[in-house]
């Protein structure tokens, strides 16, 4: 086969690790199962096509693979055409979408799944496990808050959950997470004062963009934090959990609504709970954003510094000479999540 088209991965579906002949001979054969020294635990071994090795390891080496087959561990040494290796009694771990990857921990009385959309869009999905417990629950991986899971999962663009499945019942949890989501109000086109705190920099626009396509050198090279300020109304406070969803940041924002923080948003989806801080009428809103200091040292290196007291015992190197992109470029949403 020459065409990507006609690929399999028969290995989607389960987690797997690679490791040297190092680990492999220090490994033992327990219940069918190989386990490493460190206790780490393998249903099956594939041996990899066409591998240089010292020769003088390769005796050694199918010697161990040999014995590993003869105390029951399934081994596959040649190429595999089959869509899964349910034919050597491996059921799948989990039956995901393209897109959506996942691992998978042991408790004891549940089975912890993380998963996590690696695409540029929101996924809903039905997922299923090779684990059986009796009873289901699914964790909001920012928050930690834990819901009652339905026979559907949506993650957002970027998004993580934990899937559990337990054999006991978590009490107090009575309710599923909350997928439909409605716009209160944009913050696109407000007002908006930005103060860049190393260079004492301020800035008012009505359109949020990307520091590092700024004409100014010392906000294009801009790395630190930098405070966004703006207000918005609300005709009324709707029951539900209400989140301020940020858009896109680069990297890191920490949100305060009225005065009072309401959360760090690290990772997309970048959305923050503002229900307890937010108000009917008139509210304030402050945005503190941080990014990392590559654009800062870049500058630096060009000659072109956004502020002094920049110093390194090295010449930064990055494969890539284009800017990361920085700051707060939204869209800016007051969301009603119910």
Same mark, same amino acid.
């Given at each position: 086969m020459t065409k990507a088209e006609h690929w399999i991965n028969p290995l989607r579906g389960y987690r797997y690790d690679s490791f040297n002949h190092d680990v492999?001979?220090?490994?033992?054969?327990?219940?069918?199962?190989?386990?490493?020294?460190?206790?780490?635990a393998y249903s099956a071994l594939v041996i990899p096509q066409a591998r240089k090795m010292n020769p003088s390891r390769i005796v050694t080496c199918w010697n161990t693979i040999d014995s590993i087959e003869k105390w029951g561990v399934?081994?596959?040494?040649?190429?595999?055409?089959?869509?899964?290796? =349910? !034919?050597?009694?491996?059921?799948?771990?989990?039956?995901?979408?393209?897109g959506i990857d996942f691992t998978h921990r042991h408790a004891d009385g549940a089975d912890i799944y993380f998963l996590s959309n690696q695409t540029d869009s929101t996924m809903t999905f039905t997922p299923t496990f090779r684990a059986e417990r009796e009873y289901r629950y699914i964790a909001d991986a920012i928050t930690g808050k834990v819901y009652l899971a339905g026979n559907s999962v949506t993650l957002p663009e970027g998004g993580s959950a934990f899937y559990i499945l337990s054999d006991d019942k978590v009490p107090g949890i009575t309710e599923g997470i909350k997928t439909s989501r409605?716009?209160? %109000?944009?913050?696109?086109?407000?007002?908006?004062?930005? @103060?860049?705190? @190393? =260079?004492?920099?301020?800035? =008012?626009?009505?359109?949020?963009?990307?520091? !590092?396509? !700024?004409?100014?050198?010392?906000?294009?090279?801009?790395?630190?934090?930098?405070?966004?300020? =703006? %207000?918005?109304?609300?005709?009324?406070?709707p029951k539900g959990n209400i989140l301020l969803d940020l858009g896109n940041v680069a990297d890191i924002a920490t949100v305060y609504v009225n005065g009072h923080e309401c959360g760090t948003a690290w990772t997309a989806p970048y959305a923050v709970d503002i229900t307890k801080a937010v108000k009917r009428g008139r509210n304030t809103l402050k945005i503190t954003v941080v990014n990392t200091w590559a654009n800062a040292l870049q500058g630096n290196d060009m000659g072109t510094p956004p502020f002094k007291g920049i110093w390194t015992n090295g010449k930064f190197r990055r494969e890539s000479k284009e800017l990361l992109p920085a700051g707060l470029t939204g869209p800016v949403e007051v969301i009603l999540n119910y």
């Open positions: 492999l001979g220090k490994s033992q054969v327990k219940n069918n199962m190989l386990v490493t020294q460190d206790g780490m399934p081994v596959i040494k040649e190429p595999w055409n089959e869509p899964d290796l =349910t !034919s050597i009694g491996l059921r799948k771990d989990a039956d995901l979408p393209e409605k716009t209160l %109000t944009t913050l696109n086109g407000h007002k908006w004062t930005i @103060k860049f705190e @190393k =260079t004492g920099r301020t800035t =008012t626009t009505n359109k949020l963009s990307d520091w !590092s396509k !700024s004409d100014i050198n010392d906000v294009k090279f801009y790395s630190g934090h930098a405070t966004y300020t =703006t %207000t918005f109304k609300l005709g009324r406070k």
